[in-house]
């Protein structure tokens, strides 16, 4: 709540530009992907635009096909004197749902004291906080519904986990490539095939309608998306992806299908704890060979948060957990990102943002006659592998961290 | 924004005012940079294919420049779409404004800006949007002296060798006109603002300025350009540059540097960092084309950062606390709501202790 009316990436703006222009021109399909996380936000500004000033002025949208803002109108509502009150509102969606999922992390958990361990982690972890307050992206959205899969899971009800899971894949198209975890996890040695097929058919009828659904309405009903983003379903890069169109993906795809082989193989039915494992190993794999921006990384705590309920002792995945933490925000502040969009918001009438002393740029100039072993690229690659080696461990745990004997006893009696 | 006290306008919501006085007698005063009238249309009235307006003045100059402007569902304020006027000052003024062109594509807001009309007052009795039935009534009102109403579509377009102007064609403030070329500061805070220029982003190089400082005792002339555009008043660009005039005259080519989604340049304005009582001589102003800007790029003068709005930790604090201050409403509920919360995590905490 502190952070949340200071700071701001242009993307927030983008989004909620938006979702004014809709709520103001009566727009209800505005694109293929992320349907339900629109339809929250605009549910919530519906409710909060009399709160906002000069909207007409500082959202105008010009151009539907552009929506996303250039500079000068991010500089307009940045320069704005109510832009404080503009991120506050903004925001509220992302922090209802980080307190929801909070209350799902603290259901989720049979011991109380490494719920508390949990819920500290989830709140307190610089990566959320920055993806959701900071940078001010949706991803509270979806992983709300992600937590609330794992729980439904962990009760046994496949089929309204997969209900969650769509809801979850439709607020952020990434989360499509878990679906197989989902999958795979819902098999039980302990059934009759005829059982598991007919769960995982049914749950995997839903996930493939929830695809689907959004160009179908815009085949029959004969909608326009006004702001022209494409969906899941016809998305060539998720196509791509599961095609291994893409050969620097290859070693994704590797470690993707090696974590499913894995996942399957498992000799016990803890449906939760292999949606669990799998989907934090498969997105971990994705960060270890992308970078691209300091927020998505955000997809990653929950699952190793959630994941601290199984092994015998909770020191290790915690530990991987804080690591992860740690050296992704030295990695990012070194990077740059960090100092970035909190420039574009403080100081909206200068260009020459180049000067903020920030931390790359006054290392750069401390170090500048100590030679290339000190230089800024190498200290960056070094924070770099860093990061990564701490995604390998976390990797290792979150595969390690199966569920102690006596819960698994405890699951077989009930 | 309270509207009822604008007699005229009070069926119609206004958006925003700058530099624009509301009287609670429903009169306004005309301030000296950038002023306009931002004002929606209502949802039944945006096939309307005509303004009707009628005003009472006073304190006027013999002559202003106003003009009204268009956003549609398609287009914004870009200054593609516009009636550009000048008015005679009179005491009293009705005029109708055809608009029927734009009834396809759904009006939304109108910009009325005026220029040259400092301290203008100005009561406005009625302001109404007409629609097609009725629109003969009105044409009577479109008066053979403020014709012929430009309706003006891209901007004009730069002479491939460049435009040259004089200085009598500036507005000038803080300066004292002492005839031809030559200007004497008169505060600190001086600034030429050009005539009408409306040349598109694309076509505009840059302004060239051949100056004459004979009197001053400095050796460095600081100045900064801003320009304004349909969209945006002159906050666009604002870069302190410093200039060497030891010599007592100096040639200076300054770019403009287009930004996305801006499209015709409107005016431009150069302020700059006085010595009061110094004398200038502007010898000569050319707005310089894209296609001539490379045998010009050597007099870019030295740009120095404005010592106000550089990106350092300090600015960013002040200009945090500006805006804080501008929007206590919000403040005060966010402390409360700050308070309220740390309490209750204070007050469950001493309770758990406790038991």
Same mark, same amino acid.
């Given at each position: ?31 293929? /992907? ?12 519906? #409710? ?122 439709? /607020? ?36 493939? #309608?929830? #695809? ?42 590797? @470690? ?28 971990? /794999? ?101 990061? @990564?080696? @701490? ?24 | ?11 119609? !919501? ?45 304190? &006027? ?8 402007? %268009? ?24 005029? %109708? ?28 009795? !009625?302001? $109404? ?16 002296? &403020?014709?012929?109403?430009? %309706? ?25 006109? +002492? ?79 287009? +930004? ?20 200038? $001589? ?23 950062? &404005? ?23 919000? %403040? ?24």
């Amino acid at each position: 709540m502190i952070i949340m009316p200071f700071f701001c990436h242009v993307d927030l703006f983008s989004e909620f530009r938006r979702v004014v222009h809709s709520i103001n021109n009566d727009i209800y399909f505005p694109q293929q /992907s992320r349907l339900v996380t629109f339809y929250i936000e605009y549910a919530f500004l519906s #409710v909060f635009q009399p709160f906002l000033k000069d909207s007409h002025l500082v959202f105008f949208l010009e151009d539907l096909a552009k929506s996303t803002s250039n500079l000068t109108d991010y500089f307009i509502f940045t320069n704005h004197p109510n832009v404080f009150r503009h991120l506050f509102i903004f925001k509220l969606p992302y922090l209802l749902f980080d307190i929801l999922t909070m209350w799902v992390i603290w259901l989720f958990f049979d011991d109380k004291q490494r719920a508390k361990i949990a819920v500290m982690l989830w709140i307190f972890n610089p990566i959320t906080l920055y993806a959701s307050y900071f940078f001010g992206r949706y991803e509270a959205i979806p992983l709300f519904f992600i937590a609330l899969t794992a729980l439904l899971l962990k009760k046994e009800k496949f089929l309204t986990a997969a209900i969650c899971l769509s809801l979850a894949i439709n /607020s952020r198209e990434i989360y499509v490539v878990i679906a197989p975890v989902f999958i795979i996890s819902l098999y039980n040695e302990n059934l009759t095939w005829r059982k598991n097929l007919k769960t995982i058919l049914t749950a995997g009828f839903i996930l493939l #309608v929830s #695809v689907v659904i959004p160009p179908l309405l815009e085949h029959y009903l004969h909608l326009t998306p006004a702001f022209a983003q494409g969906s899941v379903y016809n998305d060539s890069r998720a196509n791509g992806l599961y095609s291994m169109a893409y050969h620097w993906f290859y070693p994704l795809i590797f @470690a993707y299908f090696l974590t499913l082989f894995v996942i399957a193989a498992q000799p016990f039915s803890r449906h939760d704890y292999k949606f669990l494992a799998g989907s934090g190993i498969v997105i971990a /794999s994705y960060f270890m060979i992308t970078h691209h921006s300091a927020h998505y990384v955000a997809w990653l705590p929950l699952f190793p948060i959630l994941l601290i309920n199984y092994p015998k002792k909770a020191r290790n995945i915690s530990l991987a957990i804080v690591f992860l933490c740690l050296s992704w925000f030295v990695y990012r502040i070194f990077k740059g990102d960090i100092n970035l969009f909190t420039l574009f918001l403080a100081a909206p009438f200068n260009f020459e943002l180049t000067l903020f002393p920030s931390l790359p740029r006054t290392y750069s100039r401390l170090v500048s006659e100590l030679g290339p072993l000190f230089s800024t690229d190498n200290v960056l690659n070094s924070l770099h592998t860093i990061y @990564a080696g @701490a995604l390998v461990f976390l990797i290792y745990q979150m595969h390690k961290a199966r569920p102690q004997k006596q819960l698994l006893q405890t699951k077989e009696r009930e | 924004m309270n509207t009822s006290a604008l007699l005229g306008l009070s069926l119609l !919501q206004i958006i925003s005012v700058n530099s624009i006085d509301l009287h609670d007698d429903g009169s306004i005063t005309i301030g000296d940079i950038d002023p306009y009238l931002h004002i929606e249309v209502p949802e039944k009235q945006r096939e309307s294919t005509g303004v009707f307006v009628s005003y009472e003045m006073s304190n &006027y100059p013999e002559k202003y420049h106003s003009e009204l402007l %268009f956003s549609t569902n398609l287009h914004g304020i870009d200054g593609q779409y516009r009636y550009s006027f000048r008015l005679d000052g009179k005491k009293d003024t009705t005029l %109708f404004i055809p608009i029927d062109f734009y009834a396809d594509e759904g009006l939304e807001t109108l910009r009325w800006d005026f220029d040259n009309c400092k301290g203008c007052n100005i009561k406005i009795t !009625q302001f $109404s949007l007409v629609q097609d039935g009725s629109k003969k009534n009105y044409e009577q009102y479109i008066p053979e002296d &403020y014709k012929p109403l430009t %309706f003006v579509k891209g901007g004009n377009a730069l002479d491939e060798k460049g435009v040259h102007y004089t200085i009598e064609k500036f507005h000038i403030s803080g300066f004292e006109h +002492l005839g031809g070329k030559y200007l004497k500061v008169k505060n600190d805070n001086p600034f030429i603002v050009s005539p009408l220029l409306d040349f598109p982003l694309t076509q505009l190089g840059g302004v060239y300025l051949k100056l004459g400082v004979p009197s001053t005792q400095n050796s460095t002339l600081y100045f900064n350009l801003g320009w304004r555009t349909y969209r945006l008043g002159y906050r666009t660009k604002l870069r302190l540059r410093k200039q060497d005039v030891s010599n007592k005259e100096t040639e200076i080519f300054i770019p403009f540097i287009p +930004l996305s989604n801006e499209k015709i340049v409107r005016k431009f304005r150069l302020r700059f960092e006085p010595e009061i009582g110094d004398v200038w $001589s502007f010898e000569d102003i050319m707005m310089i084309p894209q296609s001539l800007v490379s045998q010009y790029d050597h007099l870019i003068p030295e740009l120095v950062d &404005y010592p106000g709005e550089v990106a350092s930790w300090s600015n960013i604090m002040r200009n945090g606390f500006k805006k804080m201050a501008r929007d206590l409403p919000f %403040f005060v509920v966010y402390l409360l709501g700050l308070l309220g919360v740390l309490s209750g995590l204070v007050l469950s905490f001493l309770r758990n202790k406790k038991a």
